[in-house]
């Protein structure tokens, strides 16, 4: 039995290692990327576009204009963010 709880211990341990090493081969990428991008930035294909596109949106949010983040947790206690 003591074999069993070691060997889920060590299989645990280099989880963890691997989640981590993982992590940080992540934030290497996104760095390196945006990195690249602020060095090389592109011209937007349709400005106008994305502005309308987020104009369209602005009524589906909770208060319309997300006025709703400025109150305190007591006014809105079942609210998430």
């Known amino acids: 039995m003591q074999s069993i ?3 889920h211990h ?3 341990y280099f989880s963890a290692v691997l989640e981590g090493v993982l992590i940080v081969v992540a934030s290497v990428a996104i760095l390196r990327e945006a ?3 602020s060095s ?3 011209n937007l294909d349709a400005p106008w576009l994305g502005l309308a596109v987020n104009a369209a ?3 589906s ?3 319309g204009l997300g006025t709703d983040f400025a109150r305190g947790a007591n006014e ?3 609210a998430c963010g």
């Open 5 to 7: 709880r070691n060997g």
């Open 10 to 12: 060590k299989a645990e």
């Open 35 to 37: 990195y690249s991008a």
């Open 40 to 42: 090389h930035p592109d």
């Open 57 to 59: 949106a602005l009524p």
């Open 61 to 63: 949010t909770q208060d």
């Open 76 to 78: 809105n206690p079942g």
